[in-house]
């Protein structure tokens, strides 16, 4: 039997005081506060007292509907497979369109309790007598908003970067905010040891130089300065070996040390496409690492994902498959390492490490380390702010031994004529320093990054480990 938290129990008393009056209710709680397991507790509410027949749930992937459905069958005691019989069933919002028309009539004819978990991805209003939104807004306003009998929406990033309204909500009108029945900060979840401390660690360069015939040689100071040049991108160092391994040098550093307490932590990289996971992998595999990869390409990820979530490996290394909902706990340190520069991805990425194990000693925390692009740097201090109080801790290793530690876990073998050529039109390819191109006339640039790294620490909870 689950033992409910002090907020799910809140949560679930509210929601069902709510139905009384209402039909809908939205949870905003911070991820990996357990979510899944309040809204299926209210569905037990709901069943025992006699208002529904069934419940549906839709998530936005294959992997959250799967935990979904295993969390309400043990909650409810009974099979959840939407067959014969079960209480219900678990589906994924890109399902909707090809769902048989047997399921939407159960909606019509029945009392059903519609869950929709990370509603933030469906948007829609009704405007005219007319839906308008995405996809799976239109269906929810179609086939659900008045045909369940209660439905039940989920965040933990309730609002959308393209700033549209999300299906079903409420929005305060003198600041524009979205109005939430019931909310769950990250600061509580913390204090209540539902969640472990973040601590996210910005990586920069003191020495960032670029070269070409049409500006000569310019030096920057740090990322930012280089990216406000314009003359290359944020991906730009997001593919650069010796960037790849300075970030994964002090993660896995982080994770060996975290392992002496805790021996099944893991590490999660969040990579920016299948051949950066591959070069990643690589790196990882000269250091004698064995990550493992899982990304919209591999064949049976969920059953990869599932087979990491109770293994001992310490690094498993993503691509659009581990960033929103997964639940794997003994995840505690992750390289977020993607093109995405959004809030809402980032602080879903940072989720993936925040679910405490009962087995986590007290000042357990959680690692993040991004580079320090100012959009990432922006998220990470409003991250702060919702954590009030917590002092921002910097540092800058002494100039002996600048950007020139490595860890013991970590040993990489560079070549020090490496450098990335760049056309300015866009095109990107690697070379070593002195091979002619097959197309000289071509205007480049040469990036070239030193080994002067240095770290700023947002020691969010002042926590050790």
Known sequence: MIRLRKWQVECSEKALSVFQNQSHFLCHATPAAGKTVMVASVAKALFQHDKIDFVVC?????????????????????????????????????????????????????????????IHHCSGVVWESSPIGNSWGRTILDRIQGKARYTMALSGTPWRTDDSPIVLSQYIKSNGQISCDYEYGLRQAVLDGVCRAPKIVLTDNREISLKSAEFGCKTFASISESLKNEHISYPD???????????????????????????????????????????????????????????????????????????????????????????????????????????????????????????????????????????????????????????????????????????????????????????????????????????????EIDLRISNHYWNEVLALFAHST
């Open 237 to 443: 160092f997001l593919f650069r070996d010796e960037v790849i391994d300075q970030i994964l040098s002090e993660a896995s550093a982080r994770l060996t040390s975290i392992r002496e307490h805790t021996p099944m932590a893991g590490g999660l990289v969040v990579a920016a496409s299948v051949a950066h996971a591959e070069q990643i992998a690589r790196r990882l595999a000269l250091a004698g690492e064995h990550p493992i990869i899982v990304t919209y390409q591999t064949p049976e990820a969920q059953r990869i994902i599932s087979n990491f979530k109770t293994s001992s490996d310490r690094w498993i290394i993503s691509v659009g498959m581990i960033s929103e909902g997964t639940d794997i706990p003994r995840l505690q340190v992750c390289c977020h390492l993607s093109r995405i520069r959004t809030e809402l991805h980032f602080r879903q990425v940072l989720g993936r490490i925040l679910r405490r194990q009962p087995t986590d000693p007290a000042d357990t925390s959680a690692w993040l380390y991004v580079l320090a692009e100012p959009n990432l740097a922006e998220f990470a201090r409003r991250i702060g702010e919702d954590l009030p109080g917590e002092k921002v801790v910097s540092f800058v290793p002494d100039s002996e031994t600048r950007g020139t530690k490595k860890s013991k876990a970590m040993k990489f073998y560079q070549d020090d004529n490496f450098a990335l050529t760049l056309d300015l039109d866009g095109q990107t390819s690697v070379e070593v320093s002195g091979r002619s191109r097959e197309t000289p006339d071509e205007e």
């Open 58 to 118: 839709f998530s936005p992937s294959r992997a959250v509907a799967h935990g979904a459905a295993l969390t309400f069958s043990q909650i409810l005691g009974r099979s959840f497979n939407g067959q014969i019989g079960a209480a219900g069933g678990s589906y994924t919002y890109q399902s909707m369109d090809t769902l048989p028309e047997e399921l939407w009539q159960v909606l019509r004819e029945h009392r059903v309790l519609v869950v929709l978990d990370e």
